[in-house]
């Protein structure tokens, strides 16, 4: 799984141009299943978005068709983790070579 932490490097009026855009990007990933969580960081400097397990290649490919990095509004941190453990209903988002050593 990956936590993507992102941090805003344009103007706040810049960002609220390409909100729209935005959310619809996110939308999109949700509805493919690609994103579990994704919401604003407090205070308002960016954002953070939970991703499923997925390869590396494919969330940095995802993560270019962003709004905010096509107009170079965002710079992206990924960290990528192994959950060993989760509640049951996100069981189905986790690695399947961890969710199968456990059982």
Same mark, same amino acid.
């Given at each position: 799984?990956?936590?993507?932490?992102?941090?805003?490097?344009?103007?706040? &009026? #810049?960002? #609220?141009?390409?909100? !729209?855009?935005?959310?619809?990007?996110?939308?999109?990933?949700? %509805?493919?299943?690609?994103?579990?969580?994704?919401?604003?960081?407090?205070?308002? &400097?960016?954002? !953070?978005?939970?991703?499923?397990?997925? &390869?590396?290649?494919?969330? %940095?490919?995802?993560?270019?068709? #962003?709004?905010?990095?096509?107009?170079?509004?965002?710079?992206?941190? !990924?960290?990528?983790?192994?959950?060993?453990?989760?509640?049951?209903?996100?069981?189905?988002?986790?690695?399947?070579?961890?969710?199968?050593?456990?059982?």
């Amino acid at each position: 799984m990956f936590v993507v932490l992102l941090q805003y490097t344009a103007p706040e &009026s #810049d960002i #609220d141009g390409q909100l !729209v855009d935005h959310y619809e990007w996110v939308t999109q990933h949700y %509805d493919a299943g690609d994103f579990i969580a994704a919401g604003h960081r407090h205070p308002r &400097s960016g954002g !953070v978005i939970i991703a499923r397990a997925m &390869s590396r290649g494919r969330l %940095d490919a995802i993560l270019a068709t #962003d709004p905010f990095a096509l107009h170079k509004l965002a710079r992206y941190e !990924v960290i990528e983790f192994t959950a060993l453990r989760t509640i049951p209903e996100l069981a189905k988002y986790a690695d399947p070579l961890s969710t199968a050593a456990h059982k």
